[in-house]
């Protein structure tokens, strides 16, 4: 089992800027890929930014330029840096950790919420 703790998440202003941080552990489990996720009220949860073992980034139109994904990989730590905050971008976000395995683990999700 590999358990997935968010932090980070809190009330913003538009513009504001705010960091995640994702921590996956777990023993025996090699982890490929490791992403955010967010799922707005009335919303279909969404890929915001994602990170291979290997450093290869991929992100959602809504969010280039404006957050970066980064990992350390020894202690299996994401990190979600958004600036330039906006309204839409309010939403519970989720970390997901995949594994070799193709089994993805979810951490309980944290609230970020920014203000006009």
């Known amino acids: 089992q590999v358990q997935v703790v968010e932090s980070g998440g809190g009330l913003v202003q538009t513009g504001g800027s705010l960091r995640l941080s994702c921590a996956a552990s777990?023993?025996?489990?090699?982890?490929?890929?490791m992403g955010w996720y967010r799922q707005a009220p009335g919303k279909q949860r969404e890929l915001v930014a994602g990170?291979?073992?290997?450093?290869?980034?991929n992100y959602a139109d809504s969010v280039k330029g404006r957050f970066t994904i980064s990992r350390d990989n020894a202690k299996n730590t994401v990190y979600l840096d958004m600036n330039s905050l906006r309204p839409e971008d309010t939403a519970v976000y989720y970390c997901?950790?995949?594994?070799?395995?193709?089994?993805?683990?979810w951490g309980q999700g944290t609230q970020v919420t920014v203000s006009s």
């Open positions: 997901g950790a995949r594994t070799v395995q193709l089994t993805t683990y």
């Open positions: 777990g023993r025996g489990f090699s982890i490929i890929y």
């Open positions: 990170i291979t073992s290997g450093g290869s980034t």
